[in-house]
């Protein structure tokens, strides 16, 4: 493993977003032993301060994690290194959008405009920006290393003769925030990046995944539709490591820390922050979450954009709802109805016993809404035709079964993610719960149900 050449992470454990003491990161206590603790090291430098890059600095990173981590049994190695630069790099991607969603909704087309695919699925300048961002951070992260990225996009839209203008906003966004870089712990590069430099970060970008090996996957902006619509949107990134998932963060800008907040329509919250903008570490607005396997733990913290400053004390961890009984539970489905069945989820919501109405909303949101505890099962079941993509699920799938939930195929077998890009060998749809009592009542209610079905 190269050296990570990032600024401001401090030496000891208290800034790596592991506090050392269990009362500042536990949140609230469920009865689950803590399965990661913090690990520094004998004698702890000094903390830089925040924003200076400190090129060439060795840092010896530990996260104690039993069952597999540096230290730990199992003798797998450990990720500490993976996950905070994960991290860091979703925060700065988040930026990222919401600078460009900001843009659409007040209708400026030079930096927000939208296009379609081939599909005729949407595409922004915050695609694009993203996958080149995170391309160049986690390429400049781990230079000593070959990263290998499987994404969403290409650049052939960009590289196309009328591509040009698209191009020019794209590397204008690129720019923006990676010259802000420092302010996450990360390196910005000596000088801006050329369109040359953004199509190559984003044709990095062209792993097709596998049985074995390392790769990130990456989806830089889950849920576009939501996205042009000012509505909820995630980034996803998660590494995979020999078919396995080992990490995932989920970057939530418009998901609220607060949950309160999700009473409130997203339209006029918006509306209303632009009127009178919350105050600097309110919290109101949105979240990072994210999670390692094998560990048991998942964490959230405040965007910096909004928040002012990466602060790894800010974070805290979150815990799947105790809900067992259909009757109170949530459910969560897509938004779009082009390919999942609306009719099939709320037919077999009723068949056992959800009252509640749905919580519909764009992207992997719903895999954080039930890691956090905001609802308990997610269903969904793509319509004939339909192949289901890695990067739609993987991040998401490790965060929920860190915080203690459980997602499978409709068959109950654990999602396959070492046979490409697609989940192949997928039986009937996903299955995500908060708990294992509700997983198998869903689980039956499909089988009970799936015959008479038109999917």
Request: net charge neutral.
């Amino acid at each position: 493993m190269g050296s990570l050449r990032l600024s401001a992470w401090f030496s000891s454990a208290a800034a790596r977003g592991f506090p050392p003491s269990p009362s500042d990161w536990r949140g609230r206590e469920r009865g689950r032993p803590s399965r990661c603790a913090p690990s520094s090291p004998a004698s702890a430098a000094p903390p830089p301060s925040l924003g200076r890059l400190q090129v060439g600095t060795e840092h010896a990173w530990q996260w104690d994690c039993l069952g597999g981590g540096l230290g730990g049994g199992g003798g797998k190695r450990g990720y500490a290194k993976e996950m905070e630069a994960a991290v860091r790099v979703v925060q700065v991607a988040c930026t990222l959008c919401q600078r460009v969603q900001d843009s659409l909704l007040l209708a400026d087309t030079g930096s927000g405009s939208v296009h379609s695919k081939l599909d005729r699925s949407p595409v922004t300048v915050a695609d694009w920006g993203v996958q080149a961002t995170v391309s160049w951070l986690l390429s400049d992260c781990f230079r000593d290393e070959n990263v290998s990225i499987v994404a969403e996009e290409d650049d052939k839209t960009l590289s196309s003769s009328d591509g040009t203008a698209l191009l020019e906003s794209v590397v204008a966004a690129v720019n923006g925030c990676l010259v802000e870089a420092p302010k996450y712990g990360l390196r910005s590069p000596e000088k801006d990046l050329r369109a040359h430099d953004v199509l190559q970060a984003i044709q990095k970008c062209s792993s097709t995944g596998g049985p074995k090996g390392r790769f990130w996957v990456l989806d830089p902006v889950d849920g576009t539709l939501g996205f042009v619509r000012g509505d909820q949107y995630a980034i996803a990134l998660a590494l995979i490591e020999d078919g396995e998932v080992v990490l995932g963060v989920l970057g939530c800008p418009n998901y609220p820390m607060k949950k309160e907040w999700l009473n409130y329509h997203q339209r006029y919250y918006r509306l209303m922050s632009k009127v009178a903008p919350p105050t600097s570490g309110s919290w109101n607005k949105g979240c990072v979450m994210y999670a390692h396997k094998g560990c048991g733990q998942a964490w959230m913290q405040p965007l910096v954009h909004d928040f002012g400053m990466l602060n790894w004390h800010n974070s805290r961890e979150i815990q799947v709802s105790s809900v067992s009984d259909p009757v109170s539970a949530t459910f969560c489905e897509p938004v779009e109805k082009a390919n999942s069945s609306h009719s099939f989820t709320a037919g077999l919501a009723h068949s056992v016993g959800l009252r509640n109405r749905p919580l519909r909303v764009y992207s992997m949101v719903k895999y954080a809404a039930i890691a956090r505890g905001d609802a308990e099962i997610f269903m969904k079941f793509a319509r004939s035709g339909y192949r289901e993509k890695i990067w739609d699920h993987a991040a998401g799938v490790v965060i929920i079964q860190e915080a203690g939930g459980v997602v499978t195929d409709a068959g109950g077998r654990p999602l396959d993610f070492s046979r490409g890009v697609y989940l192949e060998g997928l039986d009937r749809g996903i299955i995500a719960c908060s708990g294992a009592l509700l997983h198998r009542r869903i689980l039956g209610a499909v089988d009970a149900s799936w015959n008479s079905s038109t999917l």
